[in-house]
């Protein structure tokens, strides 16, 4: 009896783990970084034809791997890769800052339009203050703000960038980001570590004029204190930016994975990392998520799992115990995998298939991203298998934002299947939302027999559409015998409608 006993426990330990594999809200991110032509376009020499049809390929990789966001790099040296009446085009795209693509087309647009077909989220990344990656000041475009108001900006360490200190930077950048989630159907605004530039050896911030000239209440001894408010102004005034337009429209944030070290500050983390946020690039990331001005964190956490000075499980439960009940998505470094010159970790077995399992274990984490894209696709150590066959087998619904309010979905009406000859569609009405709040996606459920089951389990989803019709045929493949389907809707508060009644075909 007790051996009985013993076999059922761990039997249902067994299937409870299994299960827990499968979350259907997960977030399953990727970076496209477009600065130095890292990810995307692979050259700033290709056409317009060669860069859609480059996007395309990648956005298919992400598709395959089950991912459903993509964290496009779209200002990397305040510049753009869209058309904007306040930045030049990015030489990144081009080869000349200023020159458009010609043919001409818009890229975000295509970016999108093309993202969510394949129902994947855009998170538009922003860096907020640089603007070269060297001192060629020779390489900006004659129409670049830099020209119209040089006082804005300043060099350091063989770098221009806007000074933080200013109300011009802030209410400039405030401008950029209004630009963007006015005209584009983003899902997300997204910026990653760099505030205040990493500190340069024997070189100080060149900001003392602009401190002395608007110290905002702040004593001489407080320049810190005084950086750190510069960015903390920028982010609030940025949140109420993006949802006095768009409500539902995310801002997330990418730090640098250590906050501070607790030989530092007894309330940081158990690390020895030589850079901090906090103290470093004047990012005080838990004030933001305590006082809801950011919807995400996403910390970068590019470290493996026992490194002495920065430990990713350390890390991860700290982040986890200190998100303030706010998105918590990990980031994770699929570039180093493989590396020649990286630790033992990173070259036996596969470091990030045992991040993401040991994620799985802290209920506080939300999802996972990954730099970059293009490593990333070329499956180093078997990732994109195990992500295929394990981890991602099944589709996964971005996780609602705890910090944005949003209102449930309508629930999609009158499906049916509608026969032609040989032919079987599964249709039902269109959804419109009011309120500007549209659908996203559709998501239809397939269970084998004549009852609906668990909607829970995205083992049932079979396919995301942005469509209302389904071909039946196309997916004779997947499914075999009786099978009921049902329809929800996901609307782009992420919130999920009461599902449609069923209906039972015989594939």
Partial sequence: MKKLLLYSFLNLILITTLSAQHSKREMRAVWIATVANIDWP??????????????????????????NAVIMQIRPTADAFYPSMLEPWSNWLTGAQGKRPNPFYDPLKFI?????????????????????????IDILSKDHFYYKNKDLF????????FDPGLDETRNFLNKVVEDVVEHYDVDAVHFDDYFYPYKVANQEFPDEATFKKYPRGFAPNQKDDWRRNNVNMVIAELQQTIKSIKPWVEF???PFGVWRNDNVDPTGSATRAGV?????????????LKEGNIDYVMPQLYWEIG????????????????????????????????MPSAETAWKKGNELIRQLKLNKTIPQIDGAA?????????????LNDSLQNNLYKYPAICPINRNIKGDTSAQPQNIQI???????????????????????????????????????????ILVRTTENCIDLREMETKIKGHYTFVVTAINRYKYESTPTMGVTRKM
């Fill in 418 to 460: 509608v026969k032609d000859g040989q032919e079987a569609y599964l249709i039902w009405d269109e959804v419109n939302e009011e309120g500007g709040c549209q659908i996203a996606y559709y998501v239809v459920y397939a269970f084998k027999g004549k009852k609906v089951g668990d909607l829970n389990d995205p083992a049932n």
């Fill in 112 to 136: 999108i339009d093309e993202a969510h077909k394949r129902c994947i989220e855009v998170h538009v990344w922003l860096n907020p203050y640089r603007v070269t990656n060297s001192d060629r």
């Fill in 370 to 382: 990954f730099f970059s894209v293009k490593p990333f696709l070329q499956n180093k150590q078997g």
């Fill in 276 to 288: 901090q946020n906090y103290d470093d690039l004047y990012a005080d990331i838990l004030k933001w």
């Fill in 42 to 67: 692979s050259s700033p020499n290709l056409s317009s034809k060669e860069q859609r049809e480059e996007m395309r390929k990648i956005l298919d990789g992400c598709a395959k791997n089950n991912i």
């Fill in 154 to 161: 300043l060099k350091y360490g063989g770098k221009y960038y």
């Fill in 252 to 254: 997330g944030i990418s």
């Fill in 307 to 338: 490194k002495k000075v920065a430990d990713y499980e350390i890390l991860a439960k700290w982040w986890s115990k200190n998100s303030f009940g706010k998105n918590l998505y990990t980031g994770l470094y699929a570039s180093k995998l493989g």
